[in-house]
């Protein structure tokens, strides 16, 4: 009975394959994850800064419509209209030339 049974065994190249080949698509799909993760922070900061950009803007704008003149500075913008700017990641550059000329408002990002 022991002359009919065959023993397969595995070549070194194909026990090779079968380790590496695993590895190589775990290591494609992880870094397809980190590529995604990244795409999404810097989606998440770039909406952040237009949020900002788009809420100071708002209330420098009802402000005027309020009061007939544009605010004198960015802390009475957050302190009458509770803004919040996180000075850990904004810079905000708030420049009013006249009570009825648009102020500039240039919002930076710190790295």
Do not use: C, W
């Not at 494609?28 to 810097?42: F, K, N, S």
């Not at 802390?75 to 102020?103: M, Q, W």
């Amino acid at each position: 009975m022991d002359k009919h049974r065959r023993v397969f065994k595995k070549s070194l190249f194909a026990s090779i394959v079968s380790i590496v080949i695993p590895i190589i698509f775990t290591l494609i799909i992880i870094g397809m994850i980190l590529i995604g993760l990244r795409q999404a922070e810097q989606s998440g900061r770039a909406e952040s800064l237009r949020l900002l950009e788009e809420a100071l803007l708002r209330a420098v704008v009802h402000n005027y419509a309020i009061t007939g003149r544009f605010p004198e500075s960015l802390s009475y913008i957050s302190d009458k209209y509770g803004i919040y700017i996180d000075t850990s990641r904004f810079v905000v550059h708030y420049e009013v030339f006249a009570e009825n000329i648009l102020p500039d408002i240039i919002i930076f990002e710190l790295n």
